[in-house]
């Protein structure tokens, strides 16, 4: 029987390291269960780190052609699901931050429209912008950990979003759109910055500082609408 090539085993230890994010999906969930939710945070971000790191690491070692039997995207998609819709749906009921009847409904709308979402094979547009709201519900509801807003905000924050997951306007991909790159990428930096500020502080039992809570409203808020800004001004398609 003939050994794997090199390239194999790099290929297939790619999506091994994709497949991790499962794991870090398995520990948020069990801290987020237990009540733990700087540590649910903390696993979010790692699997989130090999969400960044692992496109291009594919992309790189050609993996999709070295093994074109197994679906990168398939897989990403899975987990992604995860992290980014399920678990922050989990949390924002378990967190007891709105009232009970409107956890559920919060729930149901972002774990409902998130499947729909991912099922539909139109959500990128030519600029790699996604088209409606993109099951970046790990960031809205940290925000909302974060900022502790009145329940009927958070409420409206979470309608609001279910709803733009089906209307044809347009969210940039921090990295792959071209169009204000440095500017965005400036943005999501600064919003990283601010949470891992906030998860620190939130680890230590410490109030999270004002600055920080400034950076990842401004930030978010940037990211949120920079898409449909640029959607206006013709700049992306």
């Known amino acids: 029987m003939a050994r794997p090539s090199n390239s194999v085993l790099i290929a297939f230890s790619v999506h091994l390291f994709t497949a991790s994010g499962a794991f ?3 520990l948020a969930l069990v801290a987020a269960a ?3 939710f700087t540590n649910m945070w903390f696993w979010l971000g790692v699997a989130l780190l090999v969400d960044g790191v692992d496109g291009p690491m594919a992309r790189y070692f050609k993996v999709k052609s070295v093994l074109p039997n197994w679906s990168g995207e398939l897989l990403d998609c899975i987990i992604d699901y995860v992290t980014f819709a399920m678990i922050p749906a989990f949390a924002l009921y378990q967190s007891g931050f709105l009232k009970e009847s409107y956890s559920f409904i919060c729930a149901a709308l972002i774990v409902c429209t998130s499947a729909i ?3 539909d094979t139109r959500m990128k547009s030519r600029d790699n912008c996604f088209i409606g709201f993109p ?3 790990n960031m809205v509801v940290f925000t909302l950990f974060v ?3 009145g329940w009927y905000i958070a409420f409206g924050v979470v309608i609001v979003s279910a709803i733009l997951s089906f209307i044809p ?3 940039v991909h921090p990295v792959r759109v071209t169009v204000w790159r440095p500017q965005t990428l400036t943005m999501f930096g600064v919003w990283t910055f601010c949470g891992i500020v906030a998860l620190y502080s939130g680890y230590f039992g410490l109030d999270v500082p004002y600055i920080a809570k400034i950076g990842i409203a401004i930030s978010g ?3 949120y609408c920079i898409g449909f800004v640029l959607q206006m001004t013709g700049k992306v398609a």
Do not use: K, Q, S
Request: glycine fraction near 4%; charge should be negative; hydrophobic fraction near 55%.
């Open 135 to 137: 099951i970046c519900w």
């Open 117 to 119: 979402y991912y099922a």
């Open 34 to 36: 237990e009540g733990r």
């Open 221 to 223: 808020a940037y990211l």
């Open 24 to 26: 870090w999906a398995f």
């Open 147 to 149: 900022m502790e807003p």
């Open 169 to 171: 306007m347009l969210f």
